[in-house]
């Protein structure tokens, strides 16, 4: 699992690092005092080449955290929750716990990045002009800042989908034709088609002998096409998603097993038999857990006779439940945000069935192999 840590609140929003950040912090800063700025200027100290390096380092993932917090703050103003920003090895990202419900707030929420990006080079661009005959490194620092947020805004105007650009051109869609999911299609292709262009690119630059740049852009093409393949699998899936209640979901034939049982006889008697991963732990009729897989398969097997469930079981009070009037999205980030495979679907504190991640997913798959 991602480790992230979190570095403070803005506006409410959870600021946080994830562990992968570490690695780009230290490749930027590699880079900009191993390679860039000697190139440019051939005789400052060491030293001053690992703190200019670090300072233009920190300061561009500091303009990236700004880009993501002007989305997220039109999305908050929209009435949108804005739970994290994240820094990660690609970036910056915010997230937003709902999709736009109109082209209109689709297209403000997307614009502000890139603009706050261009406006931020032109700080910059601004701070050089002054600073540049006055302290040579810290010009320096301004000049490449200028260009990399300038680099930045322009490239998250790509139009395609999910990126900002292509965020614009899918709110334009939509407005022009009132269909979301064929507006995010279009989109995504858009994606799809500026990445193959890149990485064709890409792979033609290597060939002529320009081997870093054409790896760097054949690269981003790859990222680019993934992220706009699985930008529209998600929008898909919320879309077929968002009529459905947790009862229309679950499983309400379920069996339950004691909390005394040792997991030997769970095994025998009920995993193997029912070829079920989870089980609902209760006893007289009272929830007291619930038991899957995982927990069987931290016992040793020689261990499982004299092992009972309710030693292994993830008791009721750090349980995940839902209601039955939950919608399926509500569901599904419950599955996901905490990793767990099994929700018990629970009205007025009585089982009413269980619900599985493998079943959202199965249910999905035949939706969409129908064609519903
Ligand atoms: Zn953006």
Redesign the pocket.
């Known amino acids: 699992m991602r480790t992230s840590w979190s570095i403070g609140r803005l506006f409410g929003i959870d600021i946080r690092i994830d562990s992968s950040w570490i690695i780009i912090f230290a490749f930027v800063t590699w880079m900009l005092a191993g390679y860039y700025f000697p190139s440019q200027y051939a005789n400052w100290p060491l030293w001053q080449y690992l703190l200019i390096g670090a300072t233009t380092s920190l300061l561009f993932f500091a303009s990236v955290l700004l880009?993501?917090l002007a989305?997220s703050l039109v999305a908050l103003k929209q009435g949108e929750e804005v739970r994290s920003i994240t820094l990660f090895i690609l970036g910056g990202v915010a997230e937003i716990a709902d999709e736009p419900r109109k082209p209109s707030r689709e297209f403000y929420m997307a614009f502000v990045?890139?603009l706050s990006s261009l406006a931020i080079a032109l700080v910059f661009l601004a701070l050089w002009y002054w600073l540049r005959n006055i302290s040579q490194p810290l010009g320096a620092l301004c000049r490449y800042l200028a260009l990399i947020n300038f680099i930045l805004g322009i490239f998250?105007l790509i139009p395609g989908f999910p990126m900002?650009g292509g965020r614009i051109l899918r709110a334009a869609i939509w407005k022009i034709t009132g269909n979301l999911r064929k507006a995010t299609r279009v989109a995504s292709i858009t994606g799809q088609a500026i990445a193959f262009l890149m990485i064709f690119f890409g792979i033609w630059q290597i060939l002529r002998g320009f081997f870093f740049n054409g790896m760097w852009i054949a690269l981003i093409g790859w990222f680019i096409h993934s992220a706009a393949t699985r930008g529209y699998q998600q929008v898909l899936m919320k879309d077929m998603l968002k009529d459905l209640r947790a009862k229309d979901l679950m499983n309400p034939d379920f069996e339950t097993v004691s909390s005394d049982l040792s997991v030997q006889e769970l095994v025998e008697d009920y995993v193997l038999k029912r070829r079920e991963r989870a089980f609902l732990v209760s006893d007289a009729g009272e929830l007291r857990g619930i038991v899957c897989l995982e927990d069987i398969k931290t016992v040793a097997p020689d261990r499982r006779s004299s092992t009972k469930v309710k030693d292994i079981m993830t008791p009721r009070e750090k349980l995940e439940i839902t209601s039955p009037e939950d919608n399926g999205n509500e569901v599904l980030s419950k599955l996901s945000r905490r990793n767990i495979h099994q929700l018990p679907v629970i009205e007025e504190g009585k089982v009413q069935g269980i619900l599985c991640r493998a079943d959202v997913l199965r249910f999905l798959h035949l939706r969409s192999e129908l064609g519903v």
């Open positions: 880009h993501e989305h990045g890139p998250n900002d």
